[in-house]
């Protein structure tokens, strides 16, 4: 069954001894530029610095006392991994994260910080699946999927709570997309609220799984490549059963955004806002960028989904641009 408004209700009050209200910052420059008040929705600043926390804690606090003892496992580009890791440790929950070769060292180290086992096996996010699906029947562990599953959409969704106690105006939401949890809960939250409202999900061109697939009419299968929003790579599974049909309904239109422009994005955090996001989280202020106003309403609020930026990555692109303009 999709997920409910009142679930994601639910999910608040679950989680929200876990889980920082997250504040909201208005940006004069896209402002200025786009004709309209935009604000920004600032997840980065999430414990374990993304949203993820969300959902993996309304799974991790829902399941049941023998569940809790045998332990989790969860498959994962990083962050999701991160964030089961971390609501594990806290409850003291037994947890194994499953990831590809291809999720960078860092995102690797932090959730070894807090305690999971990291199994680190296949060259990409539907291949660490298939390694998880084995230790889920190897171990009898409970999997935690990171997007596709009502509990988990559900806390991606109390988002869209915070925003409409700090905006309740609000008419355009621009959300980050890759498997669609996050685009689905805030979708669904908001769309119940308003049917009005539109909701624009954004990912990157070179893979984008969820476009593709709603362009197809079925889940289809997309190539990785190497992105700087790397926490949006992977499928949305062939055997999708929740995301898929909830972004089709809810969601208005999926952009697609460049790696030069998802670069951009994070030089305009940093550079007018002081602030670190990640590439997936970039694609929002990427596409803001354009000055696409077409599909815009007259109060804009862009999610920006975290900030696990690699600290190598991020300075290859500050020196990059310090060589190449003159501003600053
Ligand atoms: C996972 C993630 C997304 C995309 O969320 P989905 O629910 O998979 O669509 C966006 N931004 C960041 C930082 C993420 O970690």
């Not at 862009?302 to 991020?314: E, Q």
């Amino acid at each position: 069954m999709e997920t409910t408004l009142k679930q994601i209700y639910q999910a608040r009050k679950r989680i929200s001894h876990m889980v920082r209200t997250t504040p909201m910052l208005h940006a004069p420059m896209l402002s200025d530029q786009l004709g309209r008040p935009v604000l920004l929705k600032l997840e980065n600043l999430q414990e374990t610095g993304t949203f993820k926390l969300r959902g993996a804690a309304n799974a991790l606090l829902s399941l049941s006392n023998d569940q809790k003892q045998k332990g989790v496992l969860a498959f994962s580009t990083g962050n999701h991994g991160r964030a089961v890791a971390w609501v594990a440790r806290e409850l003291g929950i037994n947890c194994v994260i499953c990831l590809s070769k291809r999720v960078p060292a860092f995102r690797v180290a932090a959730m070894e910080s807090f305690g999971a086992r990291v199994v680190q096996e296949g060259e990409s996010q539907d291949e660490a699946y298939e390694v998880a699906l084995r230790l889920e029947k190897d171990e009898n562990l409970t999997m935690v999927k990171p997007f596709d599953d009502p509990l988990v959409i559900a806390g991606q969704g109390t988002i869209v709570l915070e925003i409409l106690d700090v905006a309740p105006d609000v008419d355009t939401l621009v959300v980050p997309v890759s498997g669609g949890g996050l685009a689905a809960g805030v979708a669904k939250a908001l769309k119940t609220a308003d049917p009005a409202t539109k909701v624009i999900g954004v990912s990157m061109d070179c893979a984008p799984a969820m476009y593709h697939s709603i362009q197809a009419g079925r889940p289809v299968k997309v190539p990785e490549k190497d992105s700087l929003a790397d926490a949006l790579l992977g499928g949305i599974g062939l055997d999708n059963r929740y995301t898929f049909p909830m972004v089709r309904t809810y969601v208005d239109t999926i952009e697609l955004v460049t790696e030069e422009e998802i670069e951009q994005g994070i030089l305009h955090a940093f550079t007018h806002h002081g602030i670190l996001i990640e590439g997936a989280a970039a694609v929002t202020l990427a596409w803001l960028l354009k000055n696409d106003t077409r599909l815009l309403g007259h109060r804009v609020v862009g999610i920006l989904s975290g900030g696990n930026m690699d600290r190598k990555l991020f300075s290859t692109i500050l020196t990059k641009h310090q060589q190449t303009e003159s501003g600053w």
